[in-house]
């Protein structure tokens, strides 16, 4: 059964309540440090922490609009993962596995002077944050996801997948950081403008970094995530912090499906919001409806 045979697909219609937009130009950079490792973040505003965590491939910049939207409430931070743009990127695929990623997170929101956040988090940041939530619930204020079905939800899809995740296949060869130049991974960029940012961004980064998140995290021959390395290892209980999810309906590369059932990996509050006509980068396709969902749905909880 699709998960519209489980879940209401809700129509994004609220109306923002933002105290005027500021300019993601103005925001200041900040370094946290993760034993050794420096990590990027811009911040603006002020208020309650909001942690915008990006994906692949992309970086802080790719949450301006919510960050600009949302920095009259709130203490918008988005941070570089290791390896993107201005963070460190640390040689061999040891330092890509989920422990030292996780700890990248927890070391902004120390360095930032705060023990928890709100979190918003897409492709790999929200891979990390649902592992952040589970092992550090109490550094999670508020988890919002997009684009990643629970991990659970996601190898259960997967899994009935010929080839599994196939796409990542291509990420997981040696040497594969030769075919992924900068101009490919600001390609799903749509404004020639913003590409150039991104091409920028992605000259400065470390793509064989980039493509360890895969080797780390992923099992080869079948481009499933990787739950069997002891490092990976965990005990998935269910998350306590309230839940919301924004799905892309049209994303191509991970299952919509992966959404099916996950009242079971959430203890309490779960909302899922299904946004048509958007893709993977739901926070880029459809930049106002996500911003208006988070807004509406932190205010209810605040």
């Known amino acids: 059964m699709g998960v519209r045979g489980l879940l209401p697909i809700a129509v994004l219609s609220l109306v923002a309540g933002c105290a005027g937009r500021a300019d993601v130009d103005a925001a200041r950079d900040g370094y946290a440090n993760n034993g050794g490792v420096r990590i990027h973040y811009k911040e603006m505003g002020s208020g309650p922490l909001m942690l915008f965590i990006h994906g692949f491939p992309d970086f802080w910049y790719t949450w301006r609009r919510q960050m600009e939207a949302l920095s009259g409430q709130y203490h918008t931070v988005a941070m570089d993962l290791r390896g993107y743009n201005l963070s460190d990127a640390p040689e061999g695929v040891d330092n890509y596995y989920y422990d030292s990623l996780v700890g990248d997170v927890l070391a902004v929101i120390h360095d930032l002077g705060e023990q928890q956040a709100i979190i918003v988090a897409h492709d790999w940041g929200a891979a990390i944050s649902w592992r952040l939530a589970t092992q550090h619930p109490e550094a999670v204020q508020l988890l919002i996801i997009c684009n990643v079905p629970h991990p659970q939800g ?33 390609g799903w960029v749509r404004d020639p403008d913003v590409r150039e940012v991104y091409f920028e961004a992605f000259r400065r980064s470390d793509i064989r970094a980039m493509l360890n998140y895969y080797r780390a995290n992923f099992r080869p021959g079948t481009a499933t995530p990787e739950q069997g390395r002891s490092r990976n290892a965990i005990e998935w209980t269910p998350v306590q912090s309230p839940v919301l999810i924004i799905f892309g309906e049209s ?31 739901v926070q880029a396709d459809a930049p106002d409806k996500v911003t208006r969902a988070i807004e509406s749905w932190v205010a209810d909880r605040r």
Do not use: C, K
């Open 251 to 281: 994303d191509p590369y991970l299952p919509v499906d992966g959404l099916n059932y996950s009242w079971q990996y959430v203890a309490n509050d779960l909302r899922i919001e299904i946004i048509q006509d958007a893709g993977h980068f």
């Open 154 to 186: 996601l190898s259960r899809e997967v899994g009935t997948r010929e080839g599994g995740l196939s796409y990542a296949d291509r990420f997981i060869e040696d040497g594969a950081e030769a075919n992924f130049p900068p101009q490919w991974l600001s």
